[in-house]
């Protein structure tokens, strides 16, 4: 697997398909937090900087360092999709992200509790402040994030084939399948039906090309 | 390296219609770089031009003089060097057949050309800042399927 890929925000991707043979598929399956650390622990050894990691997306740097020495971890990092954030409201809309990511991918279900509760909840901060600060970083709402990602898992689970739109729309909090598909083809332009069969024929496609090249 | 801007690239024979397209991104509000070919031979030249950067939005005309639009989300498609490439079919066409062809093959985005500048700036407006958060938020690109038509 290509190292450059591993990028920190790659484990929304919970399942990722690629072909190594044209006959052989891994499913793969790995824990974003371990991988982020691991690298970088590695990328502040070799730059040989004091430091402790402090928490999920926090590092404590000892002493000063240098403008050299910040400029290089900063480059070392970007490579692997790792970025220094260091404007307090950029800080505050990237937690306000991996919140909304925690609960939109990480749990089975959705929380029933609305998004919007949960996240003044967790951040301790009104629900007002927290949508305005989130568009003034973003290019959107707090609410079209969501949906976004919402619908983004939908595509997964879609993708992985196991459940009905049904069991799909119940999980993902939409009211109905008739919601999902509403909210599914605002946002594609496609329905989620149409969105399977496409996907489904780029797999029959690919899988014959990979047999022509074999040849 | 330019985190800000989006770099787009469009592919099109016909004059207007680059020109229509450059006044509307111009009015979108995420910073973009603009250029632009005139047909499928010059794109691919461009593309596989290991000098030139590759762009992270391509809207590509079906139909071209010297090689189709076609052709060219087939080759795009099988180079992997192009993979992260996100790809915006612009179309006069609005068949369901084509446009279905056209995301089995590999597109990700399929727009039916406007007659309307207003309309125009909208579309490239939900298109870029769609694209937009495909970079910044780790969406899956794979799955990135998007039409207006």
């Known amino acids: 697997m290509d190292a450059a890929r591993l990028s920190k925000k790659i484990y929304l991707m919970l399942r990722i398909n690629f072909l190594v043979l044209a006959t052989m598929k891994l499913h793969i399956k790995y824990d974003f937090n371990i991988c982020c650390k691991v690298v970088l622990q590695e990328q502040l050894d070799k730059l040989e900087l004091p430091y402790t990691i402090t928490g999920l997306g926090e590092v404590e740097l000892k002493g000063t360092v240098s403008t050299q020495k910040y400029n290089e971890l900063e480059s070392a990092l970007r490579k692997y999709g790792i970025e220094i954030i260091d404007n307090p409201k950029n800080v505050f809309t990237q937690k306000v992200k991996d919140v909304i990511i925690e609960m939109i991918y990480l749990e089975e279900a959705l929380p029933t509790l609305t998004i919007s509760a949960h996240l003044a909840e967790r951040l301790n901060k009104s629900y007002g402040y927290i949508a305005t600060t989130f568009s003034e970083v973003t290019y959107t709402s707090i609410q079209n994030f969501i949906t976004l990602h919402k619908i983004e898992r939908a595509k997964q689970e879609i993708n992985a084939g196991k459940e009905t739109l049904t069991e799909i729309a119940w999980k993902l909090n939409f009211s109905s399948v008739a919601h999902l598909s509403r909210e599914f083809k605002k946002l594609t332009g496609l329905t989620p039906t149409a969105f399977q069969r496409i996907i489904k024929k780029r797999k029959e496609v690919e899988l014959s090309e990979a047999k022509i090249g074999k040849h | ?149």
């Open chain 2, 1 to 149: 390296m330019n985190h800000d801007a989006l770099h787009i690239l469009l592919a099109d024979d016909d004059d207007d219609d680059r020109l229509f397209f450059r006044d509307a991104i111009a009015e979108v509000k995420v910073k973009t770089i603009v250029s632009m070919v005139n047909d499928g031979v010059e794109l691919m030249t461009r593309l596989n031009n290991p000098e030139i950067s590759i762009p992270n939005l391509l809207f590509l005309d079906l139909n071209m003089p010297r090689k189709s639009g076609m052709e060219c989300l087939r080759e795009i498609r099988s180079n992997n060097k192009l993979k992260d490439l996100t790809i915006a079919i612009y179309s006069t066409s609005a068949s369901e057949v084509d446009i279905e062809e056209t995301f089995v093959k590999g597109a990700n985005i399929y727009i039916k050309k406007p007659n309307d500048f207003e309309e125009l700036k909208n579309i490239l407006d939900r298109v870029i800042t769609l694209n937009w958060q495909y970079h910044t938020a780790g969406l899956n690109r794979e799955t990135f399927i998007l039409n207006i038509s």
